[in-house]
T-cell receptor, first 118, second 111 residues
Framework: GAVVSQHPSWVICKSGTSVKIECRSLDFQATTMFWYRQFPKQSLMLMATSNEGSKATYEQGVEKDKFLINHASLTLSTLTVTSAHPEDSSFYIC??????????????FGPGTRLTVL | GENVEQHPSTLSVQEGDSAVIKCTYSDSASNYFPWYKQELGKGPQLIIDIRSNVGEKKDQRIAVTLNKTAKHFSLHITETQPEDSAVYFCAAAAGYSTLTFGKGTMLLVSP
């Protein structure tokens, strides 16, 4: 399958600071990427859909001013958690949709980023 | 919108046994059904998927079946091994729409 990377794999920050998470598709150009949040022992919750060169589409209940998404290139999307608070602590996972004909739009996930806000 | 139900939430089997996880979906427009395996602390890994133009797909010890009429699809793992232990998620989507995930099944394979 295709390879999607995330950086950092884990981050600990103080309350009130901002944290940026990068998501890269390594072997294909992804016009669409997705950001998910996952709480312990729960399923994946879609936060937003990121399209290259346009504004992200946020799911209902997700604060767009708090979770800033930028998809500036076909291989990179970033999620910035602004003014982080302890309740933002979670596992954040990105995925990228493979647009190549043989992939039929399959989504491949990154390894995730564990955010802990103190 | 789409709703995906997944059962069971936990499944324990002995090594070598088969494991079956079932999912149902609500949106008849859904035509893409992937399965993901997630190990602790890692991102989900696509293990197999099926589209609505076929009823079954196999890849070595893993198979997925789809019943469009009943709106359900299942993951079958044969000859389970301890390394198959993980959380498995089913998902459904219509075309290139966003994936809707089930709540997950924790599979435990005992040696």
């Amino acid at each position: 399958g295709a390879v999607v990377s995330q950086h950092p794999s884990w981050v600990i920050c103080k309350s009130g600071t901002s944290v940026k998470i990068e998501c890269r598709s390594l072997d294909f150009q992804a016009t669409t990427m997705f950001w998910y949040r996952q709480f312990p022992k729960q399923s994946l919750m879609l936060m937003a859909t990121s399209n290259e060169g346009s504004k992200a589409t946020y799911e209902q209940g997700v604060e767009k001013d708090k979770f800033l998404i930028n998809h500036a290139s076909l291989t990179l999307s970033t999620l910035t958690v602004t003014s982080a608070h302890p309740e933002d602590s979670s596992f954040y996972i990105c995925s990228a949709r493979d647009p190549r004909p043989r992939a039929y739009g399959e989504q491949f996930f990154g390894p995730g980023t564990r955010l802990t806000v103190l | 919108g789409e709703n995906v139900e997944q059962h069971p939430s936990t499944l324990s089997v002995q090594e070598g046994d088969s494991a079956v996880i079932k999912c149902t979906y609500s949106d008849s427009a859904s035509n893409y059904f992937p399965w993901y395996k997630q190990e602790l602390g890692k991102g989900p890994q696509l293990i197999i998927d099926i589209r609505s133009n076929v009823g079954e797909k196999k890849d070595q010890r893993i198979a997925v079946t789809l019943n469009k009429t009943a709106k359900h699809f299942s993951l079958h793992i044969t000859e389970t091994q301890p390394e198959d232990s993980a959380v498995y998620f089913c998902a459904a989507a219509a075309g290139y729409s966003t994936l809707t995930f089930g709540k997950g099944t924790m599979l435990l394979v005992s040696p």
